[in-house]
């Protein structure tokens, strides 16, 4: 095969996976696996810091046995929800850079660990009024920004592609079982002799417990992990499309922020956060107001949702893998049908759930669990979509796509607070549900039309741009695998 620079007829050099080496590599339980459940168990413990504040706001606010609570309205409320991403955005382009350049290890590790102490403080700032509160989540939302930019670097290193929608999807479905595992808990949490703050002192113990043990087993990449295979480094180091040099690659801002096609992952970024975020942070409150469930009741059913994605992110990714891996669709193609699943699909179960009342709660239930669990698609979609793009700069990507994106997950609390004069208001609630619908429509018709999920030239150096150029415009990423026969020796 040949590639054409400056007129030149040049040869395109191929790396090849050996099939004995795949063979050995991808038998058992190997060290990607171990960095896998790790970064998942991390994804799990990093949500209980996000989403305990969600869970313990109605408690909070209504009168329990043995427990404080507090006479915040309606406002109060959407500030403290939505004082988590006042932080949250801030740091996110900082965290992806300080990943790449001193490992997203460290800066992961510490991070969580920082925000597991700030969860003992939220029962403490509570007594001192909600403007307190607000602060404390504001610096949770400061560290807690570097999960995804830290996460997307480690994955960009240990992720092969033939592995990458599973891997990748199975990890960040720890933030679904997270958020499950938490709201489940957390009615025994209210009902037991610790409280609402019970829930704070448990998540930060976790945290830190989940650090310690990070900083003890993780590894930036396959080369600095204590027990590998040579055969297993040498596989995923051939199939991550990382540069081991892009440590000191400066990152090409201009590039990326001239890409359509970084436009159309941004975009698909956005409408995922505004339509997940917008249910996390209001489905207590929808259900304990609008459907007058009680709290145990309620902690259980807002769970059943996430439950509902995490298992349906395990199902979709294999599904896109095996539809990649066999040449039946592009990687594009891939990314742009399971996005579409994953917001429009949610869009038309908002749109029916805006005419449920409290005499139909079953019916309500369902459609809040298939709107949150058919956000699996995502998964699939947009947010392995930065390592496609540029596995180099996939850290710095996702800090700035979910840095933009957090913005909607300032304004989207707010814009419920303004909305819902009256929370028992059923069409108040149908006005909400259908403006996150809106926004899933347009962002997701925005990926489809830009998104595209080929290497791009700007992800190498400027002398291996020719190479890249070729690779973007015959799309020869789209159909990467490990390659089985003679006609399968490709990228």
Not at 165 to 193: D, K, N, R, W
Not at 281 to 288: G, K, R
């Amino acid at each position: 095969m040949v590639y054409y620079s400056n007129g030149e007829r040049r040869p395109l050099l191929i790396r090849v996976v050996p099939d004995p080496l795949r063979k050995l590599a991808t038998s058992g339980f190997g060290a990607r696996h171990w960095q896998a459940i790790l970064l998942f168990v991390g994804m799990m413990i990093n949500y209980f810091q996000r989403v305990n504040i969600s869970a313990a706001i109605v408690p909070m606010t209504q009168s329990t046995a043995g427990a404080p609570f507090y006479n915040w309205d309606t406002s109060d409320k959407s500030l403290i929800l939505s004082s988590f991403f006042w932080g949250y955005v801030v740091s996110q382009v900082p965290a992806g850079l300080l990943a790449k350049r001193f490992g997203a290890k460290l800066v992961l590790g510490v991070a969580t660990a920082i925000g597991g102490i700030l969860c003992f403080f939220h029962p403490m700032a509570a007594n001192s009024g909600w403007e307190s509160v607000c602060v404390l989540r504001v610096f949770t939302g400061l560290v807690q920004g570097t999960v995804y930019p830290c996460v997307h670097t480690l994955l960009a290193k240990w992720v092969p592609r033939t592995e990458r929608g599973f891997l990748t999807t199975g990890i960040y479905s720890g933030a679904q079982f997270g958020t499950a595992v938490i709201l489940v808990t957390s009615g025994f949490i209210f009902e037991s002799s610790m409280g609402w703050p019970g829930l704070f002192y448990l998540s930060g113990g976790l945290s830190l417990a989940w650090a310690l043990l990070f900083f003890w087993q993780a590894a930036n990449e396959p080369a600095t992990a204590s027990r590998i295979s040579k055969s297993e480094q040498e596989y995923i180091e051939s199939l991550t499309g990382s540069n081991s040099a892009s440590q000191s690659m400066p990152v090409p801002w201009m590039s990326i922020f001239t890409s359509p096609a970084f436009y159309g992952l941004l975009a698909a970024h956005c409408g995922f956060t505004w339509g997940f975020y917008t249910l996390l942070t209001e489905m207590p409150t929808y259900m304990s107001s609008v459907l007058q469930l009680n709290v145990k009741s309620n902690a259980f059913l807002s769970s059943l949702p996430y439950f509902a994605m995490g298992l349906l992110c395990l199902v979709v990714s294999p599904i896109s893998d095996l539809l990649i891996n066999r040449g039946t669709i592009s990687i594009t193609t891939a990314r742009k049908l399971f996005n579409s699943i994953g917001q429009w699909g949610p869009m038309a179960c908002l749109i029916g759930l805006g005419y449920m009342t409290a005499d139909e709660k079953t019916w309500a239930i369902l459609l809040l669990t298939l709107a949150v669990g058919i956000n699996a698609g995502c998964a699939c979609g947009y947010l392995i979509n930065h390592i496609d793009l540029s596995p180099n700069f996939a850290g710095p990507m996702m800090g700035v796509t979910n840095g933009i994106a957090g913005v909607t997950s300032i304004v989207a609390p707010l814009a419920v607070g303004a909305i819902l004069n009256n929370e028992e208001d059923s069409s108040q609630w149908r006005l909400v549900f259908f403006i996150t619908g809106g926004v899933y429509l347009v962002c997701n018709t925005l990926f489809v039309i830009f998104g595209k999920a080929t290497v791009q030239p700007w992800n190498e150096a400027p002398s291996m741009s020719s190479t890249m150029t070729l690779r973007n415009n015959l799309e020869t990423d789209s159909r990467t695998i490990a390659p089985t026969s003679d006609k399968d020796h490709r990228f």
